[in-house]
């Protein structure tokens, strides 16, 4: 087991994030979804927990294959997905990754939103106050991505909003801009293969990294086209989202997946 907290600053507010988060995620998992890979969305819908109150529950299966390295496609089948969980209680939520294939494989992050500029050492106290772990900030601003993911217009050293004025970060900019927000991720990946479990749980956490500053980025580059919208508006288009992207997603797998759950268990 590996587990890491990541905090990401951001030049909005938790209130403003509430709707950047949910236009983000519908429109990266859209683009990001082609020739049968990508995200399928299987679930959205209400759900209420007797601790956290009223959410919503999501459940979604990420077709990846072409995106592992050499030595991990080697060992997963052709048609090879991660079912992703998520409850989201905003300002807090919870969402698990796991795969049938490997059932010794799982993520689990918590995820955290205050108005501040990461400086909440104490907030994961209660889910994991004694457990030593590396914190690890993220810099939306000046943290490299890797090239292939690399736009100009998504970079927030270049990037102005003409709704809201804020952009065009510097180096530093955490430490005076207003308003900002953090978001603090605890992160436990686990892989419990023997020979394996290192390398692929440092894999994991280095994917993990890559998506957050990816996605946070896009939230900020994106603050024009959701900033106006509310909580239905948002709703809607998070609706319409996943009808277009099941379509790019679905119609390669709509046999094979039923294929693959015969498969799995056949051989537990």
Known sequence: MLLKEYRICMPLTVDEYKIGQLYMISKHSHEQSDRGEGVEV?????????????????????????????????????IFYVTEKAWNY??????????????KFSIHIETKYEDNKGSNNSIFDSEAKDVEREVCFIDIACDEIPERY???????KHF??????????????????????????????KFEVWGLQTRVEQFVHKVVRDILLIGHRQAFAWVDEWYDMTMDDVREYEKNMHEQTNIKVCNQHSSTVDDINSLDKTST
């Open 150 to 156: 690399y736009k100009e217009s998504e970079d927030p």
């Open 42 to 78: 299987v679930q959205n819908e209400p759900f209420e927990d007797p601790n956290h109150g009223n959410g919503q529950f999501t459940e979604k299966r990420v077709y990846l294959n072409s995106k592992l390295p050499s030595w991990a496609r080697a060992v997963v089948p052709k």
């Open 90 to 103: 905003y300002p807090y939520t919870i969402t698990e990754y796991t795969c049938s294939f490997l059932p």
């Open 160 to 189: 102005k909003s003409e709704k809201t004025g804020r952009g065009h970060l510097r180096e530093g900019w955490r430490d005076s801009h207003q308003p900002i927000m953090c978001s603090y991720k605890l992160v436990t990946v």
